[in-house]
């Protein structure tokens, strides 16, 4: 395993060969973290800054138990070169944590590659794109309390187990080859919700409201059935379950 506290601007490569964990820590304030390469080979990945932002060209956990956990106390999570190919993110689990957004910059997403996934930040916007196979919210959600939240699964189902949430009039747009929510809150004020099943099935057993006059979409699947929970509220001001065209469902909608 490897542990380094560091109090300077770093550019790390760090990578284990056998099974083992990596813990990095930034402990000046302030000060920012290039992670080039850090990968193990089978065990989890930390690292942490105290007030700087994270910046992300490759993060690799490997393991199938793996979790890779990046925390900007004080600052944001970013990749560094926007539309690169490939995760910038790899592990079974990934916990992301920031005081001022994760994938803000430019228009492309975080790259990651992930089963399960939670993403939380006190501001700004969420922006990532699970690479391979799917990926699954977790309890411990996706939330930002000042921002959009776009979320995609490439090649895969988007699962939601947790909650989805952002507040104003910030929108949520959640993309998969099909999407399934088992559980939880998509939730926004007066912004826009959209789910597009990208050709896939689209089924629903939480919530997904508005709290304000904010509309929701529900387009481009094959199916789309609500098993349990509430679409909408009081103040939702339109609700859409398929387009005219390509976006619409080639199947039942129940």
């Known amino acids: 395993s490897i542990d380094l506290d560091t109090a300077v601007v770093e550019v790390l490569s760090a990578t284990t060969s056998a099974a083992g964990n990596i813990t990095i820590a930034e402990t000046a304030a302030g000060l920012n973290i290039l992670l080039t390469s850090v990968v193990t080979n089978n065990g ?3 690292v942490t800054t105290a007030a700087g932002t994270i910046n992300v060209d490759s993060v690799v ?3 199938a138990a793996s979790i890779a956990t990046l925390t900007a106390t004080g600052g944001a999570i970013e990749e560094v070169a926007a539309g690169d190919v490939g995760a910038d993110i790899t592990g079974a689990t990934i916990t992301l944590t920031a005081a001022a957004g ?3 910059t430019g228009t492309a997403p975080i790259e990651i590659d992930a089963s399960s996934l939670s993403a939380n930040s006190t501001a700004g ?3 990532l794109n699970d690479t391979a196979n799917g990926v699954t919210v977790n309890a411990t959600n996706v939330t930002t309390a000042g921002g959009q939240i776009d979320l995609t699964a490439t090649g895969g189902t988007l699962t939601l187990v947790g909650n989805v949430t952002t507040n104003l009039a910030n ?3 959640l ?3 099909g999407i399934a929510q088992t559980a939880g809150t998509v939730s926004t004020a007066t912004g826009t919700i959209t789910l597009d099943g990208n050709d896939g099935a689209i089924s629903t057993a939480g919530t997904i409201t508005t709290t304000g006059a904010g509309a929701i979409t529900i387009i481009d699947g094959t199916t789309f059935t609500q098993t349990a929970g509430a679409i909408g509220s009081a103040t939702t001001t339109t609700l ?3 387009t ?3 976006n619409n469902f080639s199947n039942a909608i129940t």
Do not use: F
Request: glycine share 20%.
């Open 125 to 127: 916007a969420i922006n």
């Open 102 to 104: 994760i994938g803000t």
């Open 44 to 46: 989890n990945i930390t």
């Open 175 to 177: 993309t998969g080859t």
């Open 240 to 242: 859409t379950i398929g």
């Open 171 to 173: 929108n949520i747009n």
């Open 244 to 246: 005219a065209g390509a």
């Open 61 to 63: 956990a490997n393991g």
